[in-house]
Structures are given as C-alpha cells and as structure tokens.
C-alpha cells in the first residue's frame, strides 16, 4: 500500500517509541478495492492522547474526550486516535463516551462495516479479522457483529451502508438490509444536516437509481422524503409517461449531469403530482400546477434539511419552469424565461428538461423543442438586447424625479409594466418613450 512520506514518519515515530501504529478504516478499503487513491489516512494507535502529544512537535487536540489528537505536518492534519471502545449510545449516534483499550481488535470490532474494518502497516500488512477483503471481493456491505446493534448505535450507518452501496456499486448482505428495514424509523433522531449530506452524496455517485431504490425498500425514504414516498407507484395515466412518478424521477435524476443543485432539482420536479392529479372524461390524466405546487414543496423539503439559501432558490427556480418547453418559441416569451430564469441557470434548466424529456415515453419530439428552445435563448444573448429591469433605459429614481412619486411597491410595477412593453418591442428603449408610456398608462 502507498503510504505518504508524512503518515509514514507518524507510524515509524510511534513505532520507534515503543508503541503499535496502524492505518486504519476508509483509505485500506479503497486501496485494496482500487477504485479511488485514498484521500485521508485515519492512525489507530495504543498510544494515549498525552503520550502522541509528546512525540509530535505541533498537535492540535481536536478529540481528546474521545482519543483523538491531530497531528500536524506541513499544514496538514492527521487523525490519531487511541484505541477504543464505545460507550452506551442514548441518541442513535454518538456513545456518551469511550473506554481506551490496548488492544486492536477492539477497536475494530466498534465500527460500522467489514470492508472499513480493516488495519495495514508496512511490518504486518492487512490485519482483516472481520472479513473485510472477502467482502470486497465479494462486492458485499456487511454490518461489523450484530447489524441490529450497529444500527441501534448510530442510525447515519443505515444511510452510510446504502451510500457506499451506490458508490461501489456493492450489494447489502441480507442480514445487514433487513436490519436497516427493522430501524429505519431510528434515522428520524439523526440531524437534518447529517442526513442531507449522506443524500448529497448518493445523488452524485456511481448509481443515484440504486441508492433511491434501497431507499424505499428499506423504508428510510418514508422518514427522509415522506413527499417523495408517496410518488412511488402512482400511475400517471398519461400516454407520455411509461413510468410511474417515482420511476420517472430517477431516470430522470440519472440522466442528469452530476452537479447537485441540478439533480435535487431532477429528484423533486414533479413532487407535487401526486397533489395535483385530475383525470379526465378520456381517462387520461393531467396534473396542472404541478411544476408551481412543486416549486412550493421542494422549498419546504429543502429548508427542512438544512439546505443553503442559495440552492433553495436555484432549484425552487428549476422545479417550477421545467415544464416551460414551447414548440414555438416567440423572441418575447423567450426573453420572460430568461429574466425569471437568470442567465446562470440557463444551462441547468435546459439540462433538467433534456433529462425530463429523456426519462419520459417518446422524448424526440420535447428535445427537438428544447433544442429550439435553446438556439433562440443564445441568439437573444448573443443579440444583447434588453431582457431585464436593468437593461430598461428608465430606473427608479427616474420615475420619482419625473412625477414626484415615493419609493414604493408601485414604481416596481411600473417598471415591471415597461419592461413587459420593451420585452415586445426592443425600439421603444429610450428614456423619452417609455416616459411617455407611464405618462399615458398612470397619470392621465
């Protein structure tokens, strides 16, 4: 195994002074796994946190209350921690506190899965006393001892199992699924934030499709995306769609390109059909609204896990103009979507409508429109002619000068009523005109 010139003088320094030193957890498994070069290296030591202090020159003591000290090196830090067992868990995550043992195997024995249970320094090589190598071969997510007990310590292992799942692209043992079925209801005393990033980071891995499928086979969709939960089997009775709502969504989530904001987007975009559901005298069914109803809903859903204001806004935005594909596409409406759009989101939007269209029954005709869509948005750009209140050539304080008038919601209704009229016909953009348009509209 590769090990840095900087863990490597870590574990010669604890050696040398008499003590056992290990690499441990994540980087062995993807080294031995080869499918990523490992990015952090966690030591496991018998060493207590004052004697690692002693031996290294600059340490900072960011876990002393649960054995770990890290040591720094040319600006970076290392993880070391002292052997350990945990205490008892009260609140399905963290032990109330730690017992430092002498003895690696214990250690071991405390954490989460067989294939990051594993320890490997340059004189014993691989120590595996739980089965990890096997399991990689194997391409098997297998829970450490009782899986019900792990779980039961810390419910985020539920949604680390099925994220590593997706991300290797392993299967869950049998015992270690079930037992995430039986707990799943403990992932509700899990934080909001800790459970949004495990769900980042499924969205974005090798198999989104297959970490959503465990989801709601596991019953942990039910407690994380309640609103989600209830797209699965609906039948959309419509002669576009040959998925049910939740199938529809992961393909199209999975015919996303891998940025975040835009596949949360792909996953919630028609989380309001289900609310938005009519049929009519033909038995076809129609969900109008959907896309505004959804822009609603996906804010909630997302300030309820904790997402930044900036993303809310993005993918609230997403949601609710996905369904703004026209076949024919006039210069106006066109310069409408990109001002409530923005320039930036541009790119995202017509992604998430190609992935929409791509996940729906017969898609050639939408991308055709999309595609058109697409070439008359660059044109107008490209033509820089106006498209936004700030590229009106009235402001503000030009209207209150003109016709004494306070600062108010009603001079933003005036100029929103300009830019309406400049969006039609780019010529009336001078200041003498639509002057005049207020004059007639408002002051008569």
Do not use: W
Not at 98 to 119: E, G, Y
Not at 297 to 319: G, T, W
Not at 411 to 417: D, P, R, V, Y
């Amino acid at each position: 195994m590769f090990i840095p010139n900087d863990v490597k003088m870590i574990l010669d320094t604890l050696k040398s002074n008499g003590y056992e030193a290990y690499i441990v957890g994540g980087s062995i498994r993807d080294f031995i796994n080869g499918t990523l070069l490992p990015k952090d290296y966690d030591i496991a030591t018998n060493a207590l946190t004052g004697d690692v202090i002693k031996l290294f020159d600059k340490t900072v003591p960011t876990g002393i209350k649960h054995g770990t000290v890290t040591v720094m090196i040319s600006g970076e830090g290392f993880e070391v921690t002292t052997y350990r067992i945990d205490g008892e868990y009260l609140d399905n995550r963290r032990p109330e506190g730690v017992i430092f043992v002498s003895n690696l195997k214990q250690d071991l024995a405390r954490r989460d899965f067989t294939i990051n249970a594993m320890a490997f320094n340059e004189q014993q090589g691989v120590i595996d006393y739980f089965g990890g190598i096997e399991d990689l071969n194997n391409k098997t997510i297998r829970a450490v001892g009782e899986p019900n007990k792990r779980f039961q310590e810390d419910a985020l292992r539920m949604l680390r199992a099925i994220r590593f799942a997706a991300r290797l692209d392993f299967e869950i043992e049998e015992k270690t699924l079930k037992a995430i079925s039986e707990n799943s209801n403990l992932i509700l005393n899990i934080s909001s934030e800790r459970t949004r990033d495990e769900l980042c980071k499924m969205l974005v891995s090798n198999s989104s499709t297959k970490a959503l499928m465990l989801l709601e086979e596991t019953r942990l969709l039910e407690f994380i995306l309640p609103e989600l939960q209830k797209t699965v089997g609906f039948n959309q009775k419509n002669p576009h769609h040959d998925k049910d709502v939740f199938q529809h969504s992961l393909a199209v989530v999975e015919n996303c390109p891998r940025s975040l904001n835009l596949r949360i987007a792909g996953l919630l975009h028609d989380i309001a059909k289900p609310l938005c559901f009519t049929m009519d005298e033909n038995g076809i069914g129609h969900f109008y609204g959907h896309d505004k109803k959804g822009a609603i809903l996906s804010e909630q859903i997302l300030k309820r896990l904790k997402f930044d204001n900036q993303s809310v806004c993005k993918i609230r935005i997403l949601v609710k103009e996905h369904m703004n594909v026209l076949a024919k596409p006039t210069d106006a409406s066109v310069k409408r979507l990109i001002n409530r759009v923005g320039v930036d989101l541009l790119g995202d939007l017509f992604a998430l409508q190609r992935a929409d269209a791509l996940g729906s029954y017969l898609p050639e005709i939408r991308l055709g429109e999309i595609h058109k869509m697409e070439e008359r948005t660059l044109a107008i750009l490209e033509s820089k002619v106006p498209i936004s209140i700030k590229d009106i050539a009235v402001k503000g304080e030009d209207l209150i000068s003109e016709f004494s008038l306070k600062p108010g919601k009603e001079i933003g209704a005036m100029l929103k009523f300009l830019l309406d009229k400049v969006l039609e016909n780019p010529e009336l953009n001078s200041k003498d005109e639509l002057l005049a348009m207020i004059y007639d509209e408002y002051m008569e």
